[in-house]
């Protein structure tokens, strides 16, 4: 099997590891221990194809990257790739379906997109290193509620929360380190 192809599974499995901690834990630690969950599972031929791709770096190291290059204006493109919003209410089928007509830049075009672009040995190393990047993010975020959800929450940037009486976006909310106790 392919490994970026193991990777989504493994990171798919270690999302479901990571259900009880609920939807405050997603920040830098959220996608750290799903990347460190996913890492303890590769196989030997994925870890070595990762090794060569990030060198001295891991994947839980670098599964924040897309968040933290997301501010800057030239990866702008990218803040799309974070959720996936469809209408309410779909069968399964109904949402497969409406996630593959999808024209606009969402998650799972970015998905299938960086993991064609990381096994493409056409792509410079710098293309694929920064398609993993983005599959080991990406898949983190599409298993965080909100971030695969109703159309116009835009991943729960436009959900409004109350905390101790300060007006939140709720992915403010879901991120801020002191929500992990105060919630
Ligand atoms: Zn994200």
Redesign the pocket.
Known sequence: MQFALILRKYLALAWLSLLPLGVHAWGVVG?RAVARIAENHLTPKARREIAALLGTETLPLVSTF??EI?PYAEYKYTSPW??INTAPGLSGAQYTAAITAMTEPNAYAALQQMMQQVKDPAKSKEERVFALKFIV??V??MHQPL?ASQSGVQ?GNQVAVKLQGKDLTCIAFGTAPSSITKA
């Open positions: 996608h897309p968040d997301r974070h959720y993010h990406i983190g975020d971030h991943g």
